[in-house]
């Protein structure tokens, strides 16, 4: 493993991921100005929370493989190398500059150091709230629950405590969910009661207690991505609302009960308990404008219908199509700096000597005449791109092993560059570069009689004489 290019492979990834969520966020932003409720939905965020770590998943519709020419391919008569071993990801990185290293190093500890934090919260609040629990007292007397609930209950082994801290009532748990009730909930009308534990019962049906805990631990490891801070934010707001309206929509005689409800839970939560792993009726991290949308939602017919068929087809639709926009345009990203090819192309090996010619024939290749230029000089001389372009392959494994470490560049016109018996590389697979750009070091890797770099001109498939496109004369 080329330990130093780790860095570098790393935050671009970082990058991709955040850039992407950006996009989703931009994208979400559209839908609410076209269909709001589709987005109060809890399933939508949770559908673009899973779509936001696409890029980070190893797939890819990468295009080298098909932009290879055949002629490559069945160099030197030998498919013991296929383009099956292609590591279309090798990540290569500029191996010269120790000060940028260094600083891509310290901004991975960085990274890393915050998600491992991030980590220990998560943890540590998962303990927290256990111990909180712990200390409550476990319910024993059920006749405060209507007949339905405590068959629910007991049928789902569901552990109900009560506490007589001025907490929410939430439900927390991933495999055994966990019932707390404040004291005060026995107090309240019936029917007030009745519906706030509907309410927790229906966080269970829906498995929302689940979902808040992965929202967090991505949240927490993920620190570094704003966005996914906002899909966990508004997934919290979702669940609540959709929780109400489906409660209201079990119980539409009774939305002005619930309103009451929900009002008389929050004034009697003054505890700051939170720490954003269980589902509260009217927990502190909602705002005043929270539970103004929520009151206006239960007393609402219009927004008590349930979410459809034709709902779930299209966010399924959604999902699907951010995904596939994705996956193609993963291997695309980078060209966004790409540029047309230089009029006047680079020599690949400043003040190098030409060993041997195209389509010279000698002793050590047999009767096949020279495919490139061999260019002699000293193992670590800087190679550059003659030519801008996409760089196609940048490894040891694609094509033969007799090029050794090989950079092969496309560029406009059906023109394609390749640089071989490299001693090192500069590049990565799919980066777009600029004439005169370094990618590598000459060197002496595959078959070789010494460092030099052999080069190859190909259009439209074929071999090229070189002195067609740059001058080795001078």
């Keep these: 493993m080329d330990y130093p290019l780790i860095p570098s492979a790393i935050l671009l990834q970082v990058l991709l991921f955040i850039s992407w969520s950006m996009l989703l ?5 559209s839908i609410a100005s076209v269909l709001p409720r589709l987005v109060r939905w809890a399933r939508f965020w949770q559908a673009w929370l899973a779509a936001a770590f696409v890029p980070l998943l190893p797939i890819s519709f990468d295009q080298a493989e098909t932009l290879i020419p055949e002629q490559l391919r069945r160099a030197f008569g030998d498919s013991a190398n296929s383009l099956s071993n292609h590591v279309s990801a090798a990540v290569r990185q500029i191996d010269n500059q120790p000060d940028i290293s260094l600083l891509l190093w310290g901004v991975c500890a960085v990274l890393c150091v915050g998600s491992g934090y991030g980590l220990l919260r998560f943890g540590l609040g998962l303990l927290k709230v256990q111990q909180f629990i712990k200390q409550a007292a476990p319910l024993r007397d059920f006749t405060g629950f209507d007949l339905a609930q405590r068959q629910e209950i007991k049928a789902k082994n569901i552990g109900v405590f009560t506490t007589n801290q001025a907490v929410s009532p939430l439900v927390f748990g991933f495999f055994r969910v966990q019932m707390l009730l404040p004291e005060s909930v026995f107090s ?5 009661r009745f519906l706030l534990i509907e309410h927790e019962l229906t966080h269970i049906r829906r498995q929302d207690p689940k979902a808040v805990i ?23 707001q979702s669940m609540e609302l959709n929780c109400d309206m489906e409660v209201v929509a079990a119980f539409p ?64 639709f959604l999902f699907s199509l951010s995904v596939a926009f994705a996956v ?16 006047d192309g680079k020599i690949p090996v400043a003040n190098a000597r030409v060993s041997s010619g195209y389509d010279v024939i000698n002793s050590f290749r047999g009767p096949k005449p020279h495919q490139g230029i061999d260019l002699a000089a000293a193992k670590g001389t800087d190679v550059v791109a003659s030519f801008s372009g996409k760089v196609l392959i940048a490894d040891d494994v694609t094509l033969h092993r007799n090029y050794g470490k090989v950079v092969l560049i496309e560029h406009e016109g059906q023109v394609q560059s390749l640089y071989a018996h490299l001693d090192s590389f500069a590049v990565k697979s799919g980066q777009t570069i600029f004439a005169g750009q370094k990618l590598g070091t000459v060197g002496e890797t595959g078959r070789a009689t010494g460092p030099h770099l052999h080069f190859e001109i190909l259009e439209q498939g074929k071999r090229a004489d070189p002195n067609l496109y740059l001058n080795f004369t001078n």
Aim: aromatic residues 16%.
């Design 214 to 236: 992965l929202f967090r631990l991505c949240a927490s490891v993920l620190w570094f991505n704003p966005f996914i801070k906002y899909f966990e934010q508004r997934f919290l």
């Design 188 to 192: 309240m009308p019936p029917q007030q």
């Design 328 to 343: 193609v345009a993963k291997p695309i990203l980078p060209q966004y700096l790409f540029e047309p090819n230089d009029n």
């Design 253 to 316: 005689q009774e939305k002005l009960h619930y309103a009451q409800a929900l009002i008389a839970s929050l004034k009697l939560s003054k505890n700051s308990l939170d720490s954003g792993l269980m589902t509260n009726f009217s927990g502190p991290r909602f705002q005043k404008q929270d539970f103004e949308d929520r009151i206006k939602a239960t007393m609402s017919a219009r927004l008590n219908k349930q979410y459809g068929m034709s709902y779930q087809l299209f966010l399924i």
């Design 25 to 29: 966020y931009g994208a979400a932003l």
